[in-house]
């Protein structure tokens, strides 16, 4: 079945497509910079005891959390030279956060982009926070080969024309989604480092 005999309004065109079939960067030449911000999160599932191995410091590769939230803000800065249609945009901010969540098993990572550009900053939070994840992975791997790298995903982005957008939370079994549009307040960062290590 095709839409040829469609008006030509009603054909949507592939952004990421031209005329011929071949990929193309989208031209945002005309579009105006305006402040973007995006945040995601990604979790890596980890045995209790890698967890505590990791909170105490005693991998033996060294310490987890600088290493990732290092390779996280690195990778989101080449997030251009790994993704081949994303525009190289100027981050004004790139902040990457991992934190241990003992009642899930998991090394929790959030990233936080921001620049003023013609585009979003969505796939550079997303490929820091992902990163970010597979090095948690290659750190611990020595310890624990069946660390689990989940839920990569955003959770929130504002700026351009399509405006502000958060993920739903998702409902509670039998129950019809809330009113909330999303899961974190503005401005939240989650819980610092040194609140991450007190002493179990």
Known sequence: ???????????????????????RMVDVSAKPPTVRRAVAEAEVIVSQETLSLVIDGDVPKGDVFTVAEMAGVLGGKRTSDLIPLCHPIPLTDLVVEVTPDRGASALRVRATAATIAQTGVEMEALTAVSVAALTIYDMVKG????????????????GGASGEWRRQPAPEPGTSPGP??????????????AARREPR
């Open 143 to 158: 310890v624990e080969r069946g660390a689990e790298i989940r839920q990569v995903r955003l959770l929130e982005k504002s």
């Open 1 to 23: 079945m095709t839409d040829q005999g469609a008006p030509r309004a009603a054909r949507r065109r592939l952004t990421h497509v031209d005329r011929s079939g071949r990929p």
């Open 180 to 193: 909330s549009a999303g899961r974190l307040p503005p401005g939240t960062r989650g819980p610092r480092r």
